[in-house]
């Protein structure tokens, strides 16, 4: 009987604060595909990738020509001469390796003129979505493409409440801390 009132409890809460409360949801995906300023960035960021994808080209071109040129006259060079070459074609392929990394790497060209590029109008959307949130007094904003929150009034923040239950029921780090004498 006691497990039956709670729940009853429990779902008139949630009604309560359903009815209270807005949560609603966007499309991050459909309001970035709709995007003129996105459209205008990826097409920037295209160019400048073919660019960058030309100066690899051109490196392996020169590759060609001097891997063509060293074994037409591999046998006919000295040692100190096809020794000459091969460091040539080490140092070109050395370079084409650094200017992939430049590029494509983790911090590379790419990522960053994306981040230049798409963080403006990120940070355009993100004001949007706070800006509707407050003046329609939406409580909860999620994006339904990514199951991020874009906006939630912080009296929704049951974090700390969650932190503390979990401690009662399994300890904390600073439980285990006090333990150890840290």
Do not use: C, H
């Not at 074609?89 to 798409?118: A, D, M, T």
């Not at 991020?148 to 912080?154: D, L, Q």
């Amino acid at each position: 009987m006691r497990k039956y009132l709670s729940a009853l409890i429990a779902l008139s809460a949630f009604a309560l604060f359903a009815e209270s409360e807005q949560i609603v949801y966007y499309d991050s995906d459909r309001v970035l595909d709709q995007n003129k300023d996105i459209q205008e960035a990826q097409t920037t960021l295209d160019g400048e990738i073919s660019a960058w994808e030309a100066e690899i080209e051109e490196i392996d071109r020169d590759i060609q020509l001097l891997s063509s040129e060293y074994e037409e006259k591999k046998l006919i060079l000295l040692p100190s001469g096809q020794q000459a070459l091969e460091q040539q074609l080490e140092e070109l392929k050395s370079l084409k390796k650094v200017k992939i990394k430049e590029i494509y790497g983790e911090n590379g060209r790419i990522s960053q003129r994306n981040k230049e590029l798409i963080e403006p109008i990120m940070n355009k959307l993100q004001t949007v979505i706070e800006k509707l949130a407050i003046e329609q007094n939406y409580s909860l904003v999620l994006d339904a493409a990514t199951g991020v929150i874009g906006y939630a009034k912080p009296k929704l923040d049951i974090t700390d409440e969650i932190i503390e239950e979990m401690g009662k029921t399994f300890g904390t780090v600073e439980d285990d801390n006090n333990i150890r004498g840290k």
